[in-house]
């Protein structure tokens, strides 16, 4: 039987772009012992998925470490990969492949490390959507079925939260070091109150760190619920497929809800390029609007823009 690696390490948004590709792997390969290669944060939920066998963690060791990376060089070698399917493409990634090397290992290689065996040979390739990027790379690699992910394993029980429905979901965070991404609070309060309005429970997602940006949605909108802190990835993708609609940030979150097929909107900024990354859904569900500040986004033009339940 042959064995297959994949690496890809995250973050959220990028490892939910790559459900299909995982599901394209798997069908390509339905015989083999396929390993995933990810980062601690992600192994958990991907132990759940049906397209891999085993999970890899990769500790993420810094370059200068030569002992790690001739440790984690060594352990991939052994096992004895027949190919290795590079959904990173990153430095850091192509490091690995010479690690590898160094212990006798020559896998086939889908990727842009030197010497890849199935090279993704396209000077344009950074200019592409992750999506069409990736099913291109796998195209070059043999391969030409690409079924639509499964995605029963990853809902969890939306029940447990005791939600009114309906509901819509709302994400107001995103990356903490990239502020120019996030809609402001008070923005989010007055859709809240809309969302009240036409009869639809505001319900708000993020990590414990975003708590404080509840509570000022709360203040506008005292009916809005707050879960900040308080959901899983699983918990995520159920509340989706329960939702009536979401609205969000360009953040990790919003790309699981717009993969359940969930109605969305998602603004973005001049931060970020939806040609290259916006969250995209089955049945074409999401929305963009994007303004170069999201400071100066009035709440009635992402109203006006809200998906169709």
């Known amino acids: 039987m042959s064995r297959i690696l994949v690496i890809k390490h995250g973050a959220l948004g990028d490892l939910v772009q790559a459900f299909g590709p995982f599901a394209a792997i798997r069908a390509h390969h339905p015989s083999a012992t396929i390993t995933l290669l990810t980062t601690p944060p992600f192994a958990p939920l991907m132990a759940k998925a049906p397209w891999f066998d085993r999970i890899e963690v990769d500790h993420r060791p ?55 065996s199935h090279p993704h040979d396209n000077p344009n390739r950074t200019a592409m959507h992750t999506l069409d990027r990736q099913r291109e790379q796998l195209e070059m690699a043999g391969i030409t ?47 809240a109150a809309h969302l009240v309005r036409v009869g639809l429970t505001p319900v708000i997602l993020g990590t414990a760190a975003e708590a404080e940006i509840a509570a000022s949605i709360r203040r506008l909108c005292r009916h809005a619920i707050d879960l900040t802190g308080r959901t899983g990835l699983d918990d995520i993708a159920a509340l989706a ?51 170069p500040d999201l400071r100066t986004l009035a709440p009635e033009t992402v109203i006006a823009s809200l998906p169709a339940p």
Not at 158 to 184: C, D, N, T
Request: with cysteine.
């Open 145 to 191: 079925d690409f079924p639509p992910p499964e995605l029963g394993w990853l809902v969890g029980d939306a029940g447990r939260f005791g939600l009114p429905r309906p509901f819509a979901l709302l994400v107001p965070g995103a990356s903490p070091h990239r502020p120019g991404k996030r809609w402001p609070a008070d923005g989010y309060g007055a859709l």
């Open 241 to 291: 497929a329960a939702a009536t609609l979401a609205v969000g940030n360009d953040t990790g979150p919003m790309h699981l809800i717009a993969v359940m097929g969930t109605p969305s909107l998602v603004l973005f900024s001049a931060d970020s390029d939806p040609a290259l990354c916006a969250p995209r859904g089955p049945r074409d569900t999401v929305r963009i609007l994007r303004v």
């Open 62 to 116: 810094p370059s200068w470490n030569l002992f790690a990376w001739r440790r984690l060089g060594r352990r991939l070698a052994a096992a004895g990969y027949r190919r290795v399917y590079d959904l990173q493409t990153s430095d850091r990634s192509a490091r690995i492949f010479l690690a590898m090397r160094l212990y006798g290992a020559r896998p086939e290689w889908s990727g842009i490390a030197p010497a890849a």
